[in-house]
């Protein structure tokens, strides 16, 4: 009775599966073209499986080895099973193969089942508790179902009873790991995961490679939407990478927004985005909701426009970019190009950025800075400095890439003091002055494409009249897109951070820096520095190199958390319970550090915006100003300096 | 609501840079016209076509500007008047003064006496249109409104008490059309044979701060100008009002 319903149950599940198969793709194709190497990408998609992803899994050593488990075994018990019980090649070895894959998957799927009994917040509950059941009854019924094949059982034994509760367990084992596959349940993860890898965005990702600049916008092109406005308007690979998620929280986890109590969860906005390609509500969503936000009261379908019906535009404008999200992501979806995406609709097209968005935009096609300062002040602050400007002086080694913390009083602090390293050094350097223009960071993360592309296109511009061998910045917005996304405008150069280039210097023995005396020390590593560009080395290097040891946080390195001045959230500001800054401060204040050395005039700006008592913020250049030790010099001089201490 | 109304827009310079933007008052004017007349809103503009500062009006969401093609240092007032005479329009919008060129903030005036129309300065809001009498508040000092009733049709001009512009966005901006329309040309005595020179900021008069405490400087700074020495004529000729405002004028030195 079991040789003839088995085959039927599998097969007919197999093509069912086709068909969800069918109907998926169909609406991913909804969504726009993107140049996909489609062939290649299939072929490289085991390594990126295997290597890649795991890579990000294996970080959580429980559930990497629980996922090597059930999923190596499920593969490897479906494909036997199909061999086996489909086609009835009851072969000994292929069926102590199958009972070796069975009871693999059976051991993994009972520790999924163990971390689901108390599971933690961030996991989505809903279909995702029933999965570690279908693992188990989907490995059990197969074992139980080739033992006879092995050799293990008679033929037969257990009667009507046994077959009849066999066809059961295959029936429910088959629906949730094939049907559920394709159609919309939990192991959706697997089929459309699978393929996402194929297909990622960012190929460049793979292989250890890194891809963190936003893609540009093509503005000449009239057909093209600006931005996201409806599910369709995503590229087709967007919608295959939401599809991908597996509702782990990760990022719910890492979010300083979601931590804030601001209304944004990473998780939850990546499935409103599956619910937008698929259409229907958000009622079925089985995790933490955006704080704030009832679950239930949003809808949409592909072609109807997302923000206002399945996600609120505060929502979107309460990203800080800090690609905390994208870091922890296991599947590697693209949460913050999706949510920039959305933001320039909003921006391009309503002209709806939130707060004092509209005036920071109108102040960077005006003035160049997004304070709408006097363009003729940019210089101010090295009035007395005598720099050299790369107008007067068109070769060098060093551009000094100043940035808009010119204008800041508390970053001209900073500005000096790596002015003076780079005086001790003795470094061939200049700055554009007053040619130089906003890098464009903050308008592109606004949303505002059309004024990024101004500003970057007229920089272009600039420095390609002068010749320098690397540009060196404090800022690591300045940095990134510098770096990272004048390239797709022709503006190709080596682009350092200051504590990159410090270290390089101090590596050299350019630099003749005595002990740092000022009490213990904490770093906190700028997210534009470190998950956007991988530099969390130098930075420290530096330190150790004033004879510092830094007192680590525990959120450090790439799980570093963001201090809440990224993307424009401070200009859009939307409300939480708690400032994010705050939540950073509470982290170095665990160090017990007296002082926290930070890299980014935000970062520097938001964490002093902490009340005191606070520990003190310190700028890696002003750390190393004050350990530098004065060159010997001649006589005379130093008598003069000897006087200015005793006045 | 759909009666003809006008927004008036020039090019504005940003305070900071100089650098063309559309006008903060132009704008609110714009912004009040939308919120009162929607897509129907006709705005218009008298000077160079092609200048790109003129699209941030179209980002406000308009489809369509429509500029009266002349140069700088040619008269306006004529051509507007005489193309708002002909057009049959009820509501005319403008800011209070220009930000570049001339700026005197006259336009408005001149215009209203040309085509014989009221004109209201200071507009916050305009309440509603109902039988061709509108119900208007007009902002005055120190955060206080007045509401008038303006019959149809007169000019409103409006600043800083108006509500804030929309933002002008990229899409509509770039979307938007700017019709030309070819006027006669009247060339400005005033702009082309005078010379411009940069304002000199005024000497301002020392601020003398009487008060002892915060409750008086408070008092100082929230309590109504008082007048003092004016007088109120009620029940008099107009003789006798038309005197005594020339007499006052004579003391002030405003006529000689």
Known sequence: ?647 | MSIATVALVSIGAHPASGRARRAEHDARAVELGLQLAGDSLHVLHAGNPHEPALRAYLGMGLSELHVLEQSDGNDAVPILRDYLRESGVQLVLAGSQAETGEGSGMLPYLLAEQLGWPLVVGVAQIESIHNGVALVLQALPRGQRRRLKVRLPFLATVDNAAPKARQSAYGPATRGEIDVEAVEVVIDDLSTQGAFQAAKPRPKRLKVIKAKSGADRMKAATAKAAGGSGQVLKGVSAEEGAQAILKLLIEEGVVR
């Open chain 1, 1 to 647: 009775m079991l040789n003839i319903l088995l085959p039927i149950l599998l097969f007919a599940a197999l093509a069912l599966a086709i068909l969800g198969a069918v109907r998926r793709m169909a609406m991913w194709r909804r969504g726009r073209a993107s140049k996909v190497d489609l062939l290649g990408g299939l072929l490289a998609m085991p390594r990126r499986y295997m290597v890649d992803l795991h890579h990000v899994v294996a970080r959580d050593k429980y559930m990497a080895n629980t996922h090597v488990a059930t999923a190596g075994g499920f593969v490897l018990a479906a494909v036997l099973a199909i061999l086996v019980h489909g086609f009835g090649l009851q072969n000994r070895v292929l069926g102590y193969a199958l009972l070796f894959a069975t009871v693999l998957m059976f051991v993994g799927a009972l520790f999924v089942f163990k971390r689901r009994l108390n599971p933690p917040t961030r996991l989505s509950k809903g279909p995702w508790m029933r999965l570690p059941k279908s693992l188990l009854v989907f490995s059990a019924t197969f074992f139980i179902l080739t033992l006879p094949v092995a050799g293990l059982l008679p033929e037969g034994f257990g009667g009507w009873l046994l077959a009849a509760l066999l066809a059961v367990g295959v029936a429910w084992g088959v629906s949730e790991m094939f049907l559920g596959m394709t159609w919309g349940g939990p192991m959706k993860h697997a089929f459309a995961g699978a393929l996402h890898l194929a297909w990622h965005r960012r190929a460049e990702r793979f292989g250890g490679g890194r891809s963190t600049g936003l893609k540009a916008l093509d503005l000449t092109d009239r057909s093209a939407p600006l931005g996201v406005e409806k599910p369709k308007d995503f590229t087709w690979n967007q919608l295959l990478g939401f599809d991908a998620c597996v509702q782990c929280g990760k990022c719910e986890a890492a979010c300083p927004a979601f931590a804030a109590g601001q209304p944004l969860n990473p998780k939850k906005l990546i499935q409103d985005m599956v619910v937008g390609l698929a259409g229907g509500t958000d009622a079925h969503f089985a995790g933490s909701p955006y704080p704030g936000k009832p679950i239930g009261e949003h809808a949409g379908n592909p072609h109807q426009p997302i923000v206002n019906g399945l996600v609120d535009a505060d929502t979107l404008w309460s990203c800080t970019t800090c690609r905390a999200c994208v870091e922890e992501c296991p599947m590697m979806i693209e949460h913050v190009d999706a949510i920039v995406d959305m933001r320039r609709f909003l921006t391009l097209e309503k002209g709806a950025t939130p707060n004092n968005g509209a005036q920071v935009l109108d102040n960077l096609i005006a003035t160049d800075n997004p304070g709408g300062f006097a363009p003729g002040g940019r210089m101010n602050w090295a009035a007395d400095l005598s720099l050299d400007v790369m107008r007067d002086k068109p070769s060098v080694d060093v551009l000094f890439w100043v940035g808009d913390g010119a204008f800041d009083m508390r970053n001209q602090r900073t500005l000096r003091a790596f002015v003076k390293v780079l005086k001790a050094a003795k470094v061939n350097f200049a700055v554009l002055g007053l040619e130089e223009r906003d890098s464009g960071d903050v308008a592109r993360r606004l949303g505002d494409e059309a004024t990024f592309q101004a500003l970057a296109k007229r920089n272009i511009q600039t420095l390609a009249q002068y010749q320098f061998k690397r540009i060196v910045t404090c800022d690591p917005h300045s940095f990134h897109v510098l770096k990272n996304e004048y390239a797709a405008f022709g503006g190709d150069y080596l682009v350092q951070h200051h504590s990159t280039y410090m270290a390089d210097l101090l590596a050299a023995g350019e630099l003749n820096v005595s002990a740092d005396t000022g009490g213990s020390v904490t770093y906190h590593d700028p997210c534009y520095l470190g998950r956007y560009n991988g530099e969390y080395e130098a930075p420290r290097a530096v330190l150790r190199a004033l004879g510092i040891e830094v007192k680590e946080m525990v959120r450090s390195g790439f799980r570093s958390r963001c201090c809440g001045g990224g993307g424009g959230a401070p200009i859009t500001d939307i409300p939480g319970k708690q400032r994010i800054p705050d939540m950073r401060m509470d982290d170095i204040r665990e160090t017990g550090a007296e002082r926290v050395a930070v890299g980014c005039p935000q970062c520097t700006a938001m964490l002093e915006g902490v009340v005191e008592p606070r520990p003190l913020i310190k700028d890696i250049a002003e750390l190393v100003a004050d350990a530098l030790i004065e060159a010997p010099a001649p006589a005379k001089t130093v008598k003069r300096a000897t006087e200015e201490v005793t006045a």
